[in-house]
């Protein structure tokens, strides 16, 4: 059944062609969309193993408004429950929505791997960056974006640095910023020395999240900078709202191609019915039951939605892999990163849909009358 | 052997495979009742060749799509080897077709896009048959048509004689005691409708299929045992 059904599509190459293009194309768009809501459930959706607060300046929702003490980090060491703390500051080109955002990330040299031990130098070195007061270490799919490499010069945001190395790293956010002494982009980028952004901060265990938050909060709830501390998931999910409600209209264009293909293999397989009444009726005479031949309709849609939905599947995935898209917002930056679970989703809704199209069309076919259908011409 | 018209049921033949009582078979189409086929009786012997004839419109196509369950009667009864066809339903008559019918068109009616093996598989592909089984079932069958040369040949690659020898192999493959022929020469040159009616008649002497068979042509309804004459939807003669 399977081999006369993708012999039937090869039949009409040219037909079938341009319906799994179309599919394809579907596919390609709602791929991408669907791994755009994968990225951003990935870094907005709490875990239970989340133990990182991000302390901020209260009402502050830009990276260039948000100006906190260094010297808050030593009152937040003390504080029961915290493992380990970072201050950082951070410079970006745009803190609004954007495709190319360039994140600096001002760290203490000595602290970057205590705090972060995932870091992983895949080229140049770690000691060459501790070693230059204006030497970045700078993300993988970053560096991609800019097509920077080791020994480069570059300069973003009135910030000119060198890169020392490429490092990649679990973390999203990680692979799309450039580290840089702390004290070298205070200076660069104009907010003085002892300033910091925010301070990153890991405490003992996920359930001390809410106590150590509230605990900064209070602390510094009457000094001259007051802060808020959510958990770094919540943190992203309120402070990058804009970028959130662009992702979530995408949706609806997700939605749109899936409508599309839906339309489209559909009008195929009636198309193919159609074409075929008087061959449908030799197999019906043949002995052929209404089952079966909507079976064969069925599987002829499903392989039209299937070859058609991986061609587009796969193509949107190795696209957004070689593109490394990020979307960048308030100094957060998104990576639009495609995973295997996009794969299997847009594989697997490339099959219901060709099995929902090709169901009115299987019906219609079962159902005509054989004597009749012997009888066209 | 015998063919009547709007009489009583015929005494049934000793070793008859089917067996026609008072079949009529009328439709609705706009305001008019059209009936193609008025209380026909027949009995038609096991191994028996049999020619309809008759004007366009006298009724024997459908009279060969109520024998071959492709169709169904309005009234009467038609049995086939026992098996009363009106009671069955749709699904079980299908599945009796698969079992019991071979059906020859006169346009063969392949499918374009599989080779002559393939086409002649299909009807085994109803069959619980193992891939090994199906395959020498179909040699067979194509053997048997003298187109063992050409079984990976597509319908386009072949002359209409050797399509018809397709569509005969595909209708034969699985062994059905009965086959149902529409015209199949008709679409054939006369070296090529020779040898197709020659075919025919060997089916039915070596191989004993009951074979009924409509056609135009005096010459092809000359090869069967028995001819009949339909005139709007009854029978109006005999031949033997």
């Given at each position: 059944m399977l081999s006369l059904a993708l012999k039937n599509i090869f039949r009409y190459r040219l037909r079938s062609s341009l319906t799994m293009a179309g599919v394809a194309t579907g596919m390609f768009l709602f791929t991408t969309v669907e791994t755009m809501q994968q990225s951003l459930a990935r870094v907005t959706r709490s875990e239970a193993d989340d133990t990182t607060l991000i302390v901020y300046r209260e009402n502050r929702f830009c990276p260039s408004t948000s100006r906190l003490p260094e010297y808050y980090l030593s009152s937040i060491e003390k504080?029961?429950?915290?493992?380990r703390v970072i201050p950082i500051q951070i410079a970006v080109n745009?803190?609004?929505?954007?495709?190319?955002v360039i994140t600096f990330r001002g760290v203490p040299p000595e602290n970057l791997l205590k705090y972060n031990?995932?870091?992983?130098?895949?080229?140049?070195s770690f000691k060459n960056w501790t070693s230059r007061s204006d030497a970045a270490l700078v993300g993988q799919t970053f560096a991609q974006r800019r097509n920077l490499q080791t020994g480069d010069q570059f300069e973003a945001v009135g910030v000119n640095v060198y890169v020392a190395g490429i490092i990649k790293s679990n973390e999203a956010q990680d692979n799309n910023v450039a580290y840089v002494h702390l004290p070298f982009l205070q200076q660069a980028s104009k907010v003085?020395?002892?300033?910091?952004t925010q301070f990153n901060v890991k405490v003992?265990?996920?359930?001390l999240l809410d106590a150590v938050a509230t605990k900064i909060d209070t602390t510094f709830r009457s000094d001259s900078q007051p802060t808020v501390t959510r958990p770094e998931k919540a943190f992203f999910a309120e402070t990058a709202k804009q970028m959130i409600e662009l992702i979530g209209f995408t949706h609806w264009l997700g939605l749109g191609a899936v409508a599309a293909v839906l339309g489209l293999v559909a009008n195929a397989v009636l198309l193919i019915v159609r074409g075929r009444i008087k061959e449908t009726a030799v197999l019906q005479t043949l002995g052929f039951s209404r089952f079966r031949i909507a079976c064969l309709i069925t599987c002829e849609g499903l392989l039209l939605g299937l070859l058609g939905g991986a061609v587009g599947v796969v193509s949107a995935i190795l696209f957004l892999h070689w593109q490394s898209f990020t979307l960048g917002n308030e100094g957060l930056t998104l990576a639009i990163t495609p995973s295997i679970t996009v794969l299997f989703n847009g594989l697997l809704v490339a099959l219901i849909l060709g099995f929902t199209a090709s169901l009115y069309p299987a019906w219609r076919a079962s159902r005509q009358p054989l004597v009749e259908s012997l009888n066209t011409g | 052997m015998s063919g009547t018209n709007k009489?009583?049921?015929?005494?049934?033949?000793?070793?008859?495979?089917i067996q026609i009582r008072n079949l009529t078979k009328s439709f609705t189409k706009g305001q008019s009742v059209i009936t193609p086929l008025d209380s026909l009786s027949l009995e038609v012997s096991r191994g028996e060749f049999l020619a309809l004839m008759g004007p366009?419109?006298?009724g024997k196509t459908t009279l060969l799509n109520l024998i071959a369950g492709i169709d169904t009667a309005s009234s009467g009864e038609l049995l086939v080897d026992s098996q009363?066809?009106?009671?069955?339903s749709r699904a079980r008559l299908t599945k009796w077709r698969s079992l019991n019918v071979g059906y020859i068109f006169q346009l063969y009616?392949?499918?374009?896009?599989?080779s002559a093996f393939e086409n002649v598989e299909l009807p085994l592909?109803?069959?619980?048959?193992?891939r090994s089984e199906r395959r020498a079932q179909v040699e067979a069958a194509l053997d048997l048509v003298g187109l063992s040369d050409r079984i990976h040949h597509r319908p386009a690659e072949l002359s209409g004689g050797q399509e018809q020898r397709v569509a005969i192999a595909r209708a034969i493959v699985h062994d059905p005691k009965l086959l149902v022929a529409d015209?199949?020469?008709?679409?054939?040159?006369g070296e090529s409708a020779s040898s197709i009616l020659e075919l025919l008649r060997s089916l039915s002497r070596d191989h004993q299929k009951t074979i009924v068979m409509v056609t135009h042509d005096p010459r092809a309804a000359a090869v069967a045992d028995r001819s009949l004459h339909l005139e709007k939807g009854q029978l109006v003669n005999t031949a033997g």
């Open positions: 504080i029961e429950g915290v493992r745009n803190c609004g929505a954007s495709l190319d031990p995932d870091l992983e130098v895949v080229d140049g003085g020395l002892g300033t910091v003992e265990s996920a359930e | 009489s009583q049921p015929a005494d049934p033949m000793p070793d008859s495979l366009s419109g006298s009363n066809l009106g009671s069955l009616h392949l499918v374009p896009i599989l592909l109803l069959q619980p048959l193992t015209e199949p020469t008709g679409d054939l040159d």
